[in-house]
C-alpha cells in the first residue's frame, strides 16, 4: 500500500526540504512535476502518445504550482492540455504574486500582464 500524506505533512515535508538541501520552492515544484510527468507517460492508458487531451485540475495551495509544472512539461512534449484553477480560501492575488515570483526568478520579467 502506499502511503498518503496530509495537507499538513505535504506542507512540512516541502518546508524541511526547502529548509535542508536547500532547494528554491519553484525547483522542488519541478522536481515533483517531471518525477509525476515520467510516471504519467509509463501509464498503459497514455501509451507515449500525446493524441489525447489532458486536463489538469489544480488549486492555488501549495501543490497547484506543481500542477502547472506538470502542464508545462506535458504541453512540452505535444499533449494537448487544459488547466483549471480552484480558488479556494487563499485570495487569487495572492497565487498570482507568487506565480509571477517563480517564473521571474527562473526567465525573468513576465511579457504578459496575464499573472
Known amino acids: 500500500m502506499q502511503k498518503i500524506l496530509t ?3 505535504l506542507q512540512q515535508a516541502d ?3 526547502i529548509a535542508n538541501e536547500p532547494i528554491a520552492s519553484y ?3 519541478e ?3 517531471t518525477a509525476f510527468f515520467n510516471l504519467f507517460l509509463q501509464l498503459p492508458c497514455v501509451n507515449n502518445t500525446n493524441d489525447k487531451p489532458v486536463h489538469i485540475l489544480a488549486t492555488t495551495g501549495n501543490n497547484g504550482g506543481d500542477g502547472l509544472c506538470v502542464a508545462y512539461l506535458l504541453k512540452l512534449t505535444g499533449f494537448k492540455v487544459r488547466v483549471s484553477i480552484f480558488f479556494g ?3 487569487p492575488e495572492r497565487f498570482f504574486l507568487l506565480l509571477r515570483q517563480n517564473y521571474k526568478s527562473k526567465y525573468g520579467q513576465p511579457q504578459s500582464h496575464f499573472f
Open 31 to 33: 522536481r515533483a512535476a
Open 89 to 91: 480560501k487563499q485570495p
Open 7 to 9: 495537507t499538513t505533512q
Open 15 to 17: 518546508a524541511y526540504t
Open 27 to 29: 525547483l522542488l515544484m
